[in-house]
């Protein structure tokens, strides 16, 4: 099967209260845990929205780029650019595996058959809900590896974020926030910073990798479609941002767990 044939209706028809509240409930609920709810997104364009596997990919890759965008500004109100520079080699070591997971999993992506994405993308949904639980109801600790180590291993683990990150058109910050923490001992606010620097460059690769494929057309017959949804996810995200504490985490991590675990049978059901 070619990618072709996992491409969407030509043009979504949905009504704009529709869309844009969809994305403001993603955008929320990613607020309150302090991420861009790309996660929560892709099941909703399959789902709701009836977008086939690839093109729910490229779409939320693209709304992803633009959040990831919009958050910066605010992150680098939190941890100055300073305190960031002084971290550039962590930064550097996971891109070195990123970048080429990035467009690894991107080609993999538009060469997989419909059926088998639908599976594959259940299955990381499985892996963003226990990363999730892990990341947030927890705090990581650090392995103290010695720098011999230490550089492999990132470079491996940014390989595998960046491949997750490109087949689920997601930043990857489930992922990335921990490895940081884990691997190179850094707080976990400097963690979340340097996740967006590592997402950015890693996320513009995938596009690039998916505009060569004829399903990135996806984008320009659904332009409206995706600047409404972007909008919401912003106006949620920070609604979300303000909610942030308001509902415990001992309830909250949980749920959100459970509606990734229900998406994921879902997907794992799709035809």
Same mark, same amino acid.
């Given at each position: 099967m070619?990618?072709?044939?996992n491409?969407?209706?030509a043009?979504?028809?949905?009504p704009? $209260?529709?869309v844009f509240?969809?994305g403001?409930a993603?955008?929320v609920?990613?607020?309150?845990?302090g991420?861009?709810?790309?996660?929560?997104?892709?099941?909703?364009l399959i #789902?709701? @929205?009836?977008? !086939?596997?690839?093109?729910?990919?490229?779409?939320?890759?693209? /709304?992803?780029?633009?959040?990831?965008?919009a !958050?910066l500004?605010?992150?680098?109100a939190?941890?100055s650019a300073?305190q960031?520079? !002084?971290?550039? $080699?962590? !930064?550097v070591?996971l891109?070195?595996?990123s970048l080429?997971?990035?467009w690894? +999993?991107?080609?993999?992506?538009v060469r997989?058959?419909?059926s088998t994405?639908?599976k594959?993308?259940a299955?990381? /949904?499985?892996?963003?809900?226990a990363?999730l639980?892990?990341?947030h109801a #927890?705090t990581?600790g650090?392995?103290?590896? =010695?720098?011999?180590?230490q550089?492999?291993s990132g470079?491996v683990? +940014? @390989?595998?974020?960046?491949?997750v990150?490109?087949?689920? *058109?997601?930043?990857g910050?489930?992922?990335l926030i921990?490895t940081?923490?884990?691997?190179?001992g850094v707080?976990?606010?400097?963690? *979340?910073?340097?996740?967006l620097?590592?997402?950015l =460059?890693? /996320?513009l690769?995938?596009?690039?990798?998916?505009?060569?494929?004829?399903s @990135?057309?996806?984008l +320009?017959?659904n332009?409206?479609?995706?600047l409404?949804m972007?909008a919401g996810?912003?106006a949620g995200a920070?609604?979300?941002g303000l909610l942030?504490?308001? @509902? $415990?985490?001992?309830?909250?991590l $949980?749920a959100l767990?459970?509606?990734l675990?229900?998406s994921a049978?879902k997907?794992?059901r799709?035809?």
């Amino acid at each position: 099967m070619t990618a072709g044939q996992n491409l969407a209706p030509a043009r979504s028809t949905h009504p704009t $209260p529709l869309v844009f509240g969809a994305g403001a409930a993603i955008g929320v609920l990613g607020g309150m845990i302090g991420l861009g709810g790309a996660e929560f997104r892709l099941p909703l364009l399959i #789902s709701l @929205f009836g977008f !086939a596997a690839l093109s729910a990919v490229i779409l939320n890759k693209a /709304m992803s780029l633009v959040v990831v965008l919009a !958050a910066l500004p605010a992150r680098l109100a939190a941890v100055s650019a300073s305190q960031l520079a !002084a971290h550039w $080699p962590v !930064a550097v070591n996971l891109l070195a595996g990123s970048l080429l997971g990035a467009w690894a +999993g991107a080609t993999w992506a538009v060469r997989m058959r419909s059926s088998t994405l639908y599976k594959v993308l259940a299955a990381l /949904m499985v892996l963003m809900a226990a990363a999730l639980l892990v990341t947030h109801a #927890s705090t990581p600790g650090t392995l103290a590896l =010695p720098l011999w180590a230490q550089v492999p291993s990132g470079v491996v683990a +940014g @390989f595998g974020i960046g491949v997750v990150a490109a087949i689920m *058109g997601v930043a990857g910050g489930e992922l990335l926030i921990p490895t940081i923490v884990l691997l190179f001992g850094v707080g976990i606010k400097t963690a *979340g910073s340097l996740s967006l620097l590592v997402s950015l =460059p890693t /996320m513009l690769v995938a596009f690039a990798r998916y505009s060569r494929d004829g399903s @990135f057309a996806v984008l +320009g017959t659904n332009r409206r479609f995706t600047l409404i949804m972007i909008a919401g996810s912003v106006a949620g995200a920070a609604l979300g941002g303000l909610l942030l504490g308001v @509902f $415990p985490d001992i309830v909250l991590l $949980p749920a959100l767990a459970v509606i990734l675990l229900v998406s994921a049978v879902k997907l794992a059901r799709h035809d």
